[in-house]
């Protein structure tokens, strides 16, 4: 007996041999929503020379704190998918080392951060989605600004995450304190105070409010007919409908001011193995098959000004034209604060 | 005392490592103890306030598994009937589902616009809906005896079926009858079953986390919430830290209680009285009131969720199935539900391979002696560890050789191993000890020794404990999904990993699939079960 235990323990020892990084593997830390297609990506390992290892940490949140807690010896050499919202917090800790991709000229520059050494890949917007069904059958018409919210007539219909748990649900509020700010006699707060009391549900995360409380999806259970969502959940509908639809369930408000606007970059990690393997990661991310594979992937818009929309985006995808748009550094200075507050209110 | 080296060694490296390693960086960031981070801790009611609530729900969720447990434990100590083990198979299910899917089986069911409130509002003509649980305290509690019911009815009844049936008749012979003799007999004989089968329905209780999050408002937090919202939203590690340490001191507090209510329990290898069919009207009154009870609370939301599972607009379905196999958008984070069931089982046989072959070794160390005291509840503390903790532990320990493991697919039986080991070590430990000495003593004498002497007769006695102890390994390892999500990992997705991608993308063909996968996961558990039940009676074996 003791012998085999030793005997198995020395064959569980030995797998545990440390895996050295070479030149030729670039290995890429990314969330759990990170998707590629499988022809793009092995047409840049083929062109490039170099094999591509996935690392996924988690969601946003996670994967940016497991980073910072590894920054001396990273577990990847570039990162993707820290988004405005956590960027401050992974700048703090110098996370990246600079670079500045020569594709950086085909992308939109409002989405650039200059001087930061991250590049910006992807944008989505988070707006109210409204179940198109209801709404017809009640008459109701749509709100036009966030301020529409509290009025009794959307009495217990909307759905909102969580700011401490969800990025939607932080998008959703940093759109409140956008619109309404923090001093006057109309505070971010008060207003939060009306949605309370007009009750509005708090769901603890996306797929919670989505499938659990809104009740426009196809899938869902629920019984509320707005939620916090994407500009781009109404073409995900049309794309995974089963048997397949002319128009899709659900709708995203996208009125002015009332979308907060999530962008998403990548950086090269410093200490990273493979600096130059990052890079050119980097620049693939920029590229067009890279960009125009995005959207059916991870449901988000290219940056690239290069990359066409598949058509399912082009029919029922609709961005904002006037989505709330916050710097990362205003972000970086409010945001633990505006959701301690936001808890203390809304949930204690 | 040898034999507990592997798993000494084992725990050091993979458990006390890492969480020190981050309590250390966490709470002494300069090398100095700092705790002005978690300074919020004493300062603000919020957190006594938390740690209320977190017992509350526990011990009302404890009492209330208890209360139906208890007589169904009864029913299926005494009485021996057609399906009895299939029951037992099925009722152990709900333990690896992971919460997202209980919820939503739960909603299809309950829900505002669920199947009962629907038949309800039809047959009664009511304009509302009569029940409304969502998001309330009921709800967390219906759902905490969903997933705990079978660990109390298994703990009492193998305990009750191996009691000798004569202290009872003595009993009644006295005149103790009706509740006399549940209160003045029964329950004092279970006492030892039921407090243990309590302390460990409260711990699994106190650090619930998906249920809470999922099924309750987000005005009810649990610590292990709380622990977690601090470590990834807020990345308040001192706090986080803090939290964890108070979560942990409790538990080994209340483990070392159970520990020594747990030695009390030893099953009797000899003269259990034999189960029988029922007979009297009032003894089948209580088997199908057990059955009804197990049928509502257990399988009625397991069936509701198959039944959705298969319907698409009102009609028989095999779409959810047919679209897990197909990748039309040619991604690289498809998935096909073989090599997800693939995954799931290499890495549930791995870790029953680990869990068992410690989980012995340890229970052999623990047998006698001192030690056993303090060693046995260090054993259970995974159990009351955060999966954010130990996920932020590996990523700051394990990052050099020898250990060089963060990125390593190992990293995940190795984690599943931590939470299955109490399991394997509470079910082989009753029967080792219940080896009276002088057997092993006659077998010497009759010239058995060393490797002999264990296989021939040690090992058939706790063959059951050790058969009990792997399936509990291979069913922590199927429904595990905290550390499968808070691992750096290449990409090799569980069953319960999948579930999660389908369910985090809009769209009615990925609710379905993930519906779909629950029943995969679910039919292929009941098998594992059903062949494990048919090679054990129920009078042996704890759990």
Redesign the interface.
Known sequence: ??T???L??LI?GS??V??SAQDSTV?L?TH????????V?AAFEQESGLTV???????A??M???S???RE?P?GDVLYGVDNTFLS?ALDADLFIPYESPLLERVDSSFSVPGSPVVPVDFGDVCLNYDVAAFEASGLPLPTSLADLVHPEYARALVVQ?P??SSPGLAFLLATVAVFGEDGDYTYLDYWSDLVANEV????????A???QFSG???????YPLVV?YAS?PP??V????PPVNAAP?GAVTAPEMCFRQIEYAGVLANAANVEGAQRFIDFMLSRSFQEDLP??M?VFPVSLDAALPDVFQQYAVVPEEPVIMSFDAIAAGR?RW?AEWTELV?? | M??GL?VF?FLTAFYVYPILSLFA?SLAPEGRLDLSGAAALVDSP?YLRLLGFTVAQAALSTLLTLALALPSAYVFARFDFGGKRLLLALATLPFVLPT?VV??AF??LI????LLNEALMGTLSLVEPPIRLE?TLAIILIVHVFYNYSVALRLIASFWASQSPSIEEAGRTLGAHGWRLWWHVRLPILRPAILGAALLVFIFCFTSFGVV??LG???FATLEVEI??Q?????NLPLAAALSIIQMGLMYLLMIVYAGIQRQVVVELRSPQQARTPQRPAERAALAASLLVMFTLLFAPLLALIVRAFT?GGGFTL?YFA?LNSNP?????FTPPMTAVGNSLVFAIATML?GL?LGT?AAYALRRGRLARWLDPLLMLPLATSA?TL??GF??AL??????????V?LIPIAHTLVALPFVIRSVLPALRAIPPALPDAARVLGAHG?SL?RRVELPLIARGLIVGAVFAFTVSMGEFGAS??I????TPTVPVVI??L??????????QALALSVILMGVCALAFILIERSRSLGAGDF
């Open positions: 007996m003791r085999m235990l030793l198995a323990w569980v797998v545990f440390p895996v290995r830390v759990d929503s990170f998707n590629v297609s499988e022809g990506l290892e996935i690392l996924r940490l988690g969601d949140g996670t940016v704190n497991q910072i807690l590894s010896n577990l917090r969580n401490a748990t549900v708090i769901a603890d995360d996306w797929t919670d989505y499938y659990g999806s196809a899938g869902s259970a629920g019984d969502s959940s995900a509908e794309f995974f409908a089963d659900t059916l992937q449901f633990d959701i949930l204690r | 040898l034999l592997p060694l960086a919020y997202v919820a939503a909603s299809a829900g505002e616009s669920g998001r999050l999922i408002e987000p005005r977690y919202r470590a990834t939203s807020l990345f698409l779409r679209a958008r040619g991604s690289i984070l680990l072959l070794a954010v996920g932020f990523i700051i990052d050099e050789p020898p250990l060089n493991l963060r990125s390593s190992v490797w264990w999500l808070f750096a990992r290449p990409d999660f991608r369910l985090g993308q809009p769209g009615a063909l990925n609710y379905g």
